[in-house]
């Protein structure tokens, strides 16, 4: 996502763009999430700091956060960091910064969505975030009025019998939820970003394969290896995802990333739902999707390379079939993909401190799939030298 819609808005900038990917477009993280176009995320997910959730964590007795032992020794160092900037002031700072971005994204998608006849995959009716306990419910909605009041994002707290009347395929409504309205919601994250990337190229954009890792300095650029040659550029940017961070340590710049890795599967023959629904007690996400139901998990803290281990989504998994006729897996083997989420939260954004003519945009955490179209604009406006669309000084890379 945040590669394309770079690409985009940097060709309507006049410049002559080459999208290079070792795969296709919205194959990898902005194909397995949970679709939605979150203009309600003005603050970042905080890392729990209170002693009773991080006791939770560390017994396992939390389906949202799970670790595996073996490999928290690579993760401390990140976490530490997010677990500081986590504390409410910092946090308070960082959400003032994140939320000129999310404010934004909404419109931003609606300018491809439209430009790329996609708005077949779109809903423009927001999702529910689902409490089983009446006193996090009251909580959330103290939070979600906070958010209103300071930005203006549209929500409206429903009891069990409303939410009941607005999904019907509940076998159970809890004690109700909060609908996010402002959101919108996609039935096929991948197929929004092939659609993005058609509309690059029926623009006359290019688009090879190649592999990044190939990446040099030349006396005049940037020049990487695609399948159809050597391509040479004036400049190159960065949109790895969470690949991002080992590509650039061949440079010199070391990233911080907290990985957390998320699964997903889709079901299908039972029923679906209206809208996506977020079911917060266990850390999951349920979507309706053109595939089927598609269920999502939190965090896992693993090795890179590690194989899947989907307890999280076996929990989800046995939890939503208390909630809907889930129907049969689509899938025998889960999706799985990592957030690239930076410890403070935001968006790695601008031109590299030491290398001339090399940019970057990654670090888009849980919301990438949101931020894509805006922080594209804004990377697109530094590198042509207008005026930006927000202050980027809270993105640029130096700040690692
Ligand atoms: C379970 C889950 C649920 C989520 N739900 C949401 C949500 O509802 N809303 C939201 O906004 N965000 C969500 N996110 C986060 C979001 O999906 C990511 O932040 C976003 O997709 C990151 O986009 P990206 O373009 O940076 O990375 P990616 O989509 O991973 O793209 C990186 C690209 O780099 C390419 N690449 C990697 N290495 C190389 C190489 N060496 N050479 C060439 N190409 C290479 C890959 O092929 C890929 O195309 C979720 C994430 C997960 C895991």
């Not at 889709?266 to 996400?285: C, F, M, N, R, V």
């Not at 998994?317 to 909630?323: D, F, G």
């Amino acid at each position: 996502m945040i590669g394309v819609a770079t690409a985009l808005h940097l060709q309507r900038r006049g410049w002559s763009v080459v999208l290079v990917d070792r795969s296709e477009p919205g194959r990898e993280t902005s194909y397995g999430n949970t679709g939605i176009i979150q203009g309600e995320a003005v603050r970042p997910y905080p890392m729990p700091r209170d002693f009773a959730s991080l006791l939770r964590i560390a017994l396992g007795r939390t389906n949202d956060v799970r670790y595996r032992l073996l490999a928290l020794p690579r993760h401390l160092g990140p976490l530490l960091q997010y677990w500081r900037n986590s504390a409410p002031e910092r946090h308070a700072r960082i959400s003032a910064a994140y939320a000129p971005i999310i404010t934004r994204a909404v419109h931003e998608h609606d300018v491809f969505i439209r430009e790329a006849g996609a708005g077949n995959l779109v809903q423009r009716n927001g999702f529910h975030l689902f409490h089983r306990e009446q006193a996090a419910l009251d909580g959330a909605i103290a939070i979600a009025e906070a958010m209103r009041a300071a930005y203006g994002v549209k929500f409206r707290a429903l009891t069990a019998d409303e939410l009941t009347r607005a999904e019907p395929g509940l076998k159970q409504a809890g004690v109700g939820a909060i609908h996010w309205q402002d959101s919108w919601t996609v039935s096929d994250p991948g197929g929004l970003v092939t659609a993005y990337a058609a509309l690059f190229q029926g623009l006359g954009g290019a688009f090879v394969h190649g592999d990044a890792t190939t990446l040099t300095q030349t006396s005049s650029g940037w020049s990487v290896q695609s399948t159809d040659g050597r391509i040479e550029a004036e400049a190159a940017i960065v949109a790895l995802g969470p690949w991002s961070p080992d590509l650039l340590r061949r440079f010199g710049y070391r990233f911080p990333l907290v990985r957390k890795r998320g699964y997903h599967r889709h079901y299908a023959g039972g029923t679906s739902l209206q809208l996506p629904l977020i079911d917060t007690s266990l850390g999951y996400g349920m979507a309706p999707m053109a595939r089927g139901l598609r269920i999502t998990t939190g965090a896992e803290f693993t090795g890179p390379d590690a194989p899947p281990t989907p307890v999280q989504l076996d929990h989800a998994e046995a939890a939503a079939r208390q909630l809907v006729d889930l129907g049969d897996r689509v899938e025998a083997d889960p999706w799985y993909g990592t957030r690239p989420c930076t410890p403070d939260m935001l968006p790695v954004l601008g031109q590299a401190p030491r290398h001339r003519g090399l940019w970057m945009n990654f670090g888009h955490g849980h919301q990438g799939f949101t931020l894509g179209p805006v922080t594209g604009r804004l990377l697109a406006e530094l590198m042509t030298g207008e005026s930006p669309v927000v202050d980027a000084a809270p993105y640029r890379p130096e700040r690692f």
